[in-house]
């Protein structure tokens, strides 16, 4: 055979296989809730890359949706491009040689493949977006992916025979149509194959978070509890988990005596607690709304904790997620009567994005330790780490007090008439897990305070929602500052030398306009 003809049609035969590779990764993904390296590839490189670069790259390609899709996009061509390369390289081995058996085969592109999967993606592996734990989650995903590359293989090898082969007989007639003619026909069923993956893409990413990853509560609508249609909500994932309760466990395991699994039914027959609690993300801006409340019930921690005896050696728990997302905290605070497993979310059922079937709500720590779809609660020594830690968020996870404005807009203008009848001002603060004593709003940049009313004052646990009655006298152009008092009596502060891996501190300022 000659060398182009050998490799056109590797090249040919091995774009072919990458694109069925990724036609099999998402009908898994699809079909039986696989965890592909689709999806997974992303979790793991993330890990490695420093907070800071993470941030910038974010913004650079314009936000976290748009980093999500780069990085599917980026892992698919990826795949079809090594598949086409690898298929290049087969047709320039094979010219010389009629044959090589599937044990060569076999062994480059499905053991070797499963290998490099194993050793680099293995602590994703145990992801399943059906839910189940992470020992068959791994199992499944291991055979998920042996599936696809046994695919690719063998469309890989039959494609390149196909293209290749010698002249037929066929009743005594010469046939043998044309290397130009099959590579047609292949090229055809590429497209063909590739319609259905883009439709099946299509189909995902429907599915996908990013009509609502990063959707915020705030402005005039803010109410004391937040519907759970509204609730905020930041995910790490582009397909969130879609948990099916039967395959589902909660596993209490690690430095404990007696290792534990609940069914969800058995965990909504233990002794349940209801609980208003405020979630943040460390991530939220000061005038941002990445930031809502509501009535949870579940668990206590502690009760599942003591049932399986934690050991001598113990200092912090590692949750785990049914995608493979992590977070760790003291097991101190694990204890805390208010650390709760919780599966109900307003008096309904956890909604899916939320973390059907069950999540950790943890207190005055930021959203991010509020892990969803728990499945593992690990009891760890102190040197354990979570997801964002391991990417260098951190060191400290406890909300600092904070208050923002709901109305009016920032830049907005009122005529002085209406003016002196009152322009109402209101906002919430957060207090972490210390509640909120009082509110007080600036009209001129901070020089005066004025004390707030405090229409909702919340419990510890929970933001408070307060407003004020603005007269202004004069036409001007003010600048409005709120600051809040913790319960502990602590006044809300900006702190200088708090990495914003911490979280921010500091003041919300509106300018409104009073015109004459
Ligand atoms: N399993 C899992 N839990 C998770 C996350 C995640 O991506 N996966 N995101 C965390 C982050 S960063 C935040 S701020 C909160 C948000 O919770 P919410 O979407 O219910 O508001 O969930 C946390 N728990
Ligand atoms: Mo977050």
Wanted: proline share 6%; charged share 20%.
């Amino acid at each position: 055979m000659h060398r182009p003809r050998a490799i056109a049609a590797g090249l040919l035969a091995g774009t072919l296989a990458g694109v069925v590779l990724t036609v099999v990764m998402l009908l898994l993904a699809w079909l039986f809730g696989v965890a592909t390296p689709l999806a997974i590839f992303g979790d793991r490189l993330s890990v490695f890359i420093p907070a800071d670069t993470f941030l910038s790259l974010m913004g650079r390609v314009g936000g976290y949706n748009h980093m999500k899709q780069l990085g599917v996009g980026s892992v698919i061509f990826g795949q079809v491009l090594v598949g086409a390369l690898g298929g290049m390289v087969y047709g320039l081995v094979t010219r010389h040689r009629r044959y090589i058996g599937f044990g060569v085969t076999g062994t480059i592109f499905l053991l070797l493949p499963l290998a490099a999967v194993l050793v680099f993606l293995w602590p994703v592996l145990g992801t399943h977006y059906f839910g189940l734990p992470i020992r068959r989650a791994t199992a499944v995903t291991l055979l998920g992916l042996a599936a696809a590359f046994a695919a690719f293989e063998r469309t890989l090898i039959l494609t390149f025979r196909f293209l290749t082969r010698p002249k037929m007989q066929i009743n005594n007639q010469e046939f043998s149509p044309s290397i130009g003619r099959r590579a047609m026909l292949f090229g055809g069923l590429g497209i063909l194959l590739a319609g259905g993956a883009a439709g099946l893409l299509r189909k995902l990413y429907g599915l996908a978070t990013f009509s609502y990853d990063g959707i915020q509560y705030k402005g005039r609508t803010v109410q004391p509890i937040t519907p759970n249609d509204q609730f905020y909500c930041v995910t790490k994932n582009v397909v969130d988990p879609h948990v099916n309760p039967s395959f589902w466990r909660l596993e209490i395991t690690g430095l404990v005596k007696t290792r534990q699994t609940y069914r969800l039914d058995r965990l909504k027959a233990l002794p349940a607690v209801m609980q208003e609690t405020t979630l943040m993300c460390i991530s939220n801006g000061l005038d941002a709304g990445l930031m809502s409340n509501a009535v949870w019930k579940g668990v206590p921690m502690g009760a599942l904790l003591n049932a399986a005896t934690p050991l001598p050696g113990a200092a912090k728990v590692r949750l785990h997620g049914v995608d493979n997302y992590t977070d760790t905290f003291p097991l101190e605070k694990a204890m805390d009567p208010t650390t709760l497993v919780v599966y109900e979310m307003n008096g309904e059922p956890l909604p899916h994005r939320h973390g059907y079937p069950a999540r950790a709500i943890v207190p005055g720590y930021f959203g991010e330790k509020h892990v969803k779809w728990i499945t593992r609660i690990e009891v760890a020594d102190a040197n354990a780490k979570g997801f964002y830690e391991t990417q260098g968020w951190g060191p400290d996870f406890i909300v600092p007090t904070r208050s923002r404005f709901d109305q009016p807009d920032h830049e907005s203008t009122f005529n002085i008439a209406m003016a002196r009848n009152g322009i109402r001002v209101d906002g919430v603060a957060f207090g972490g897990d210390r509640g909120i004593s009082r509110v007080e709003v600036s009209f001129d940049d901070g020089e005066n305070w004025q004390e707030a009313k405090l229409d909702y004052p919340g419990t510890k646990l929970t933001w408070a929602l307060w407003s004020y009655d603005w007269r202004p006298e004069a036409p001007d152009d003010y600048t409005l500052v709120v600051h809040a008092v913790d319960g502990e009596g602590e006044v809300q502060e900006w702190d200088e030398d708090r990495p914003f891996k911490s979280g921010t501190t500091g003041f919300h300022k509106i300018v409104v306009h009073v015109s004459g």
